[in-house]
């Protein structure tokens, strides 16, 4: 490189790498919150930290404004960031999935797309980002988790978005 170029950042392979490099982090495991004058861990030691992992990713490359704890307020600023619901999974959208109720009652799930069959988004059982099925793989011929939005933005080469 040429000492007066100035280097020209390659925003998606950026997130891509990001996103695939987060698997197996526990980086995305705790959010400390002062509740009823208690500490408390908002995300339960990772099992529920699929927002904050999203979130945390699209903040760090400036596709959004604030890291968030809940699907709902992620894809709040998403779209009040320029995301944009599309139909087609493409590598780097993010995903949305049904609501399924668990030990922590009933909540939706988000992840990131790695192509038209893979995904990566946190696990509660692992507690970390792992790579899987982009519908947790099927049962009876149907979605064991079936994708009810995908995102997607076309800021991936374009400076900020705020």
């Known amino acids: 490189m040429e000492q007066n170029q100035k280097p020209i950042p390659l925003r998606f392979d950026t997130y891509m790498a990001m996103i695939e490099g987060s698997i197996g982090s526990r980086q995305f495991a705790h959010l400390f919150a002062e509740v009823n004058g208690e500490k408390t861990d908002l995300l339960s030691d990772g099992e529920l930290s699929c927002a904050f992992y999203v979130s945390n990713i699209l903040v760090s490359l400036g596709f959004m404004r604030e890291v968030h704890a809940r699907v709902s307020s992620t894809i709040s600023d998403m779209i009040q960031s320029g995301w944009k619901e599309v ?20 909540h939706a799930h988000i992840g990131f797309c790695l192509n038209k069959d893979t ?21 009876g011929g149907k979605p064991i988790r079936a994708i009810t939005k995908i995102y997607w933005t076309d800021n991936f080469s374009s400076g900020q978005t705020h």
Do not use: Q, R
Request: charged residues 25%.
């Open 87 to 106: 139909s087609e999974v493409l590598p780097g959208a993010v995903i949305v999935w049904e609501e399924k109720t668990g030990p922590h009652g009933s």
């Open 119 to 139: 995904a990566i988004s946190n696990s509660d059982k692992e507690k970390t980002p792992v790579e899987h099925h982009i519908t947790f793989g099927e049962m």
